[in-house]
């Protein structure tokens, strides 16, 4: 298919910036416009000669420039360099496809052949026509860089994205790229003979402090012939049919708006990293000194770890309001279980979901998840994995938060705090991290998220939803078979009857009768 650029991508091609930030929807093109530009700088490269400060100008064999035109292409894995390898075997010119390393053989043909190492990811280009001959410059004389060295590198090593300097450099999906990758791409656009070009493309960055963010701004605020900056949508891409131009608006409904924004508008999400939006919004409700008669209640509990609290926040199971906390700071683990068997009696909890992070190797949190089991009382055990956080606890709360669906005290002050100071970024292997941009501490807010986890509707995963029985009550443990004694598998045979004993039992306590 030939290579019609529209409107954007032409005024990309068009521009003599020495590097090139690019910001672009999915499915705008940009994969492909890129590799349009590579193609662009090598054919210009190649009639340029090289020049050195009060030497004049050179061929690159007599500046001895080895490979005369060094590119880079790097992604974020070497999974995505294969999307960019298929097109380039798509796309270049086959007469241009070099099968051997031309300074180790003399014997260049054309034809794709083994010119692709794709072992090593890498190709060798030469300037000849179809029939073998060596292409002129503009000057009638064999070209001055007539040879070019193509790589694909990958940047979940960055220690491996140094030490050359290159002509040209095309990074791609620059926001899943850790600011460690750029520092060591930046110096290799700065050596001595090379042209130090650059295309910078990607689709908005999550945080708006991220390497490839602030870059594109900067373009954008003050373009020059060093920089400059483009920008389109999804829909600007005249290929996409209306179905699927249908298909992307029928995302919207689906999607947090700032994240379909940003997929397929190139639209930058504003604030300064913060993960949470609307908590200001969410911060409306009162808190509760017992629970109301007909409502049922869930809890989550974050177990401190150091100097961190231990917190225990209690929602409305239905309308996802949270009603009490109980912050308990460098307290003994004794009086930490007697707390939550108090919360857990008082309220006629249904469901707590603790974080089980260093459950089987921290003793005081084995102990009272067990103690929490033998009772009777509803836990449910989250291990705070990268993949589960995310998908399973912060990003529900935030898109709850986003259609105003949780509330909490107005004047809980901790979580609010602690909400709108949560980061977030995705590492270069599309995994997640959560931080404070403060350093401050999180426990409230995991709490919270964990809160709304045995809330209704459950905002379960399918690989960590725990198994109802057929009787719809939910089970007194989760999947979690480490260090099961023969008291535990007793109380698993049982649990239906403990169930319903328990809440038997919380109400005769309530009602100030003696229970044996």
């Not at 508008?265 to 919004?281: N, S, T, Y």
């Not at 309220?347 to 089987?360: A, R």
Request: net charge neutral; hydrophobic share 35%; with cysteine.
């Amino acid at each position: 298919m030939p290579y019609i650029p529209h409107e954007h991508q032409l005024k990309l091609h068009k521009s003599k910036a020495k590097i090139k930030w690019n910001q672009t929807g999915r499915r705008g093109g940009k994969t492909r416009s890129a590799l349009e530009e590579d193609l662009a700088v090598i054919e210009s490269l190649s009639h340029k000669y090289v020049e050195f400060p009060g030497q004049g100008k050179q061929t690159a064999e007599v500046a001895r420039l080895v490979p005369a035109i060094h590119v880079w292409t790097v992604a974020p894995t070497k999974a995505q360099m294969y999307q960019v390898w298929n097109e380039m075997q798509a796309f270049i010119p086959e007469h241009l496809v070099s099968k051997t390393n031309p300074y180790r053989d003399n014997k260049l043909g054309g034809g794709r052949g083994s010119g692709f190492k794709e072992d090593a990811l890498h190709v060798w280009l030469t300037f000849k026509d179809r029939n073998g001959r060596w292409l002129r410059g503009r000057d009638g004389k064999q070209r001055p860089r007539p040879v070019v060295f193509w790589e694909l590198k990958s940047a979940d090593n960055p220690e491996s994205l140094q030490s050359v300097g290159l002509d040209f450099l095309h990074v791609t999906e620059a926001q899943e790229i850790a600011e460690i990758g750029w520092n060591k791409l930046r110096p290799t656009l700065s050596s001595p003979g090379r042209a130090g070009r650059a295309l910078i493309e990607g689709i908005p960055p999550v945080s708006p402090s991220h390497w490839f963010a602030r870059n594109f701004k900067r373009a954008k605020a003050s373009p020059n012939s060093r920089r400059e900056s483009f920008s389109w949508t999804a829909f600007d891409n005249p290929l996409l049919t209306e179905d699927q131009k249908e298909e992307i608006r029928e995302d919207k409904e689906t999607m947090m708006e700032d994240d379909w924004n940003r997929l397929y508008m190139a639209i930058q999400p504003e604030g300064v990293g913060a993960f949470f939006r609307k908590v200001d919004v969410a911060s409306r409700g009162q808190e509760l000194y017992a629970p109301k008669s007909g409502e049922e209640y869930v809890a989550g509990l974050d177990l401190g770890r150091s100097n961190d609290a231990t917190v225990l926040i209690v929602k409305n199971r239905k309308t996802r309001e949270s009603v009490s906390a109980t912050e308990l700071l460098k307290t003994d683990w004794t009086i930490q279980m007697e707390t939550v068997r108090s919360e857990a009696r008082r309220w006629k909890l249904k469901q707590i979901v603790m974080d089980s992070t260093g459950l089987g190797g921290q003793f005081a949190r084995d102990i009272m998840y067990n103690e929490m089991l033998a009772e009777g009382i509803p836990v449910i055990a989250f291990n705070f994995t990268p993949v589960a956080k995310y998908h399973d606890l912060y990003l529900p709360y935030r898109i709850a938060l986003e259609h105003e669906e949780v509330s909490f005290p107005a004047d809980w002050s901790k979580l609010s705090s602690q909400l709108m100071d949560t980061t977030h970024k995705e590492t270069a292997n599309r995994g997640h991290v959560f931080g404070t941009s403060s350093g401050a501490h999180d426990d409230w807010a995991d709490a919270e998220v964990l809160a709304l986890y045995g809330c209704d509707p459950v905002e379960y995963s399918l690989s960590t939803r725990p198994v109802r029985n057929s009787g719809g009550m939910e089970p007194l443990r989760p999947n979690y078979t480490s260090g099961k004694s023969k008291k535990l598998d007793f109380i698993g045979l049982t649990r239906s009857a403990r169930h319903s004993a328990y809440n038997d039992e919380i109400d005769r306590i309530l009602e100030s009768e003696k229970v044996k």
